[in-house]
């Protein structure tokens, strides 16, 4: 089975611009999450989505959004990029809202602002 | 607030030598406690889990022990091996809908 997929893998953006990441589920998830990851740091949590609707959201400017698609795939949206959005952004997919179910992991996608 | 405080890195280790990452955490109510771990070029997975104070988390001869009166979680392992060349990361939820990840600890095992 095909696990949480996530694309691109790697992309290079310009300060002012605007990227669009995308992840897809395990088939049967309903929920997916978006963290990002700093170089040397642990995730931080951005937003977590279930069946379509934002569930949670952390401690990010307004310039991140996301949104959930009817076949459960997801967007993440980051407006106006500033240097310090240099990350790997990872995508988690889980069966149900909530930290009870197991969350399973993308690859990532490594942006770069320069 | 939540948060996971983790031992620093990066730890080298010769093969067979015992494993220990040390994790404390601040958490208001009774959180879950995880220790996920990311392979080179691969995303985080969950390597184990405790969900209430005592329990103990076990899998690929990794365990840790829930311990409330010390708010901590440390990993260990009796005897690694090479492939357990990795970063850790000790993470907690208070049953909400995020992880509150550590900073993650760098493993290098030398044949």
């Known amino acids: 089975d095909a696990g949480v997929t996530q694309s691109p893998t790697h992309l290079i953006k310009t300060r002012g611009q605007h990227v669009t990441l995308r992840c897809s589920p395990i088939s049967g998830h309903k929920s997916v999450s978006w963290y990002q990851q700093v170089l040397g740091q642990g995730p931080q949590f951005i937003f977590q989505?279930?069946?379509?609707?934002?569930?949670g959201r952390g401690n990010f400017p307004d310039r991140f959004s996301a949104r959930q698609f009817p076949n459960y795939s997801s967007e993440l949206n980051v407006n106006a990029l500033l240097l310090g959005d240099s990350a790997l952004y990872l995508c988690?997919?889980?069966?149900?809202?909530?930290?009870?179910?197991?969350?399973?992991f993308g690859p990532g996608t490594r942006l770069t602002v320069t | 607030g939540n948060s996971v405080t983790q031992m620093e890195g990066p730890v080298t280790l010769s093969e067979e030598a015992f494993l220990t990452i040390n994790c404390t955490y601040t958490?208001?109510?009774?959180?879950?406690l995880f220790w996920y771990v990311q392979y080179p070029g691969e995303g985080l997975q969950l390597l184990l889990k405790?969900?209430?104070?005592?329990d103990k988390g076990s899998n690929k001869g990794f365990e840790a022990t829930y311990r409330k009166e010390t708010t901590s979680f440390h990993l260990e392992k009796g005897s690694v091996q090479v492939s357990d060349s990795a970063v850790y990361f000790c993470?907690?939820?208070?049953?909400?809908?995020?992880?509150?990840f550590g900073t993650g600890t760098s493993l290098t095992v030398i044949p």
């Open positions: 958490a208001t109510g009774y959180p879950s």
């Open positions: 988690a997919s889980s069966l149900a809202s909530g930290t009870t179910y197991e969350q399973y």
């Open positions: 993470a907690l939820s208070d049953g909400g809908n995020q992880f509150y």
């Open positions: 989505y279930y069946e379509k609707e934002e569930r």
């Open positions: 405790a969900t209430k104070a005592d």
